[in-house]
Nanobody
Framework: QLRLAESGGGSVQPGGSLRLSCAAS????????MAWFRQAPGKDREGLAA????????YYADSAKGRFTISQDAAKNTLYLQMNSLQPDDTAVYFC?????????????????????WGQGTQVTVSS
């Protein structure tokens, strides 16, 4: 059973940066696709970015383009999300997710139902 554990959340002022990490463990068969989502109070879970095996394919939602960067360190089984120019609208619980879809699904259909494995989430709060 694959387990995911996020870290790196916290409070930051508008314009600041954070780097989230997601450590994967418990399964010797690594996922082919990993992604970041977020969920703000009262809103649906929103996909932000996804990465296919070895970074060969990356996807970004419009809300993440230009400010967020997804990456992974295969040797450490860790996924990252570098977030810059954070704004109060970025306040949410951030989740990492993993699965073994094709590259096509990873890129074109990185939706909640695509991923069977989820972390517990890490809170990001952006306020002055």
């Amino acid at each position: 059973q694959l387990r995911l554990a996020e870290s790196g959340g916290g409070s930051v002022q508008p314009g600041g940066s954070l780097r989230l990490s997601c450590a994967a463990s418990g399964d010797t068969n690594p996922p082919s696709c990993m992604a970041w989502f977020r969920q703000a109070p009262g809103k649906d879970r929103e996909g932000l970015a996804a990465i296919y095996t070895g970074g060969t394919v990356t996807y970004y939602a419009d809300s993440a383009k230009g400010r967020f960067t997804i990456s992974q360190d295969a040797a450490k089984n860790t996924l990252y999300l570098q977030m810059n120019s954070l704004q109060p609208d970025d306040t949410a619980v951030y989740f990492c997710a993993a699965g073994r879809p094709t590259w096509y699904t990873c890129y074109y259909h990185s939706e909640v139902d695509t991923f069977p494995y989820w972390g517990q989430g890490t809170q990001v709060t952006v306020s002055s």
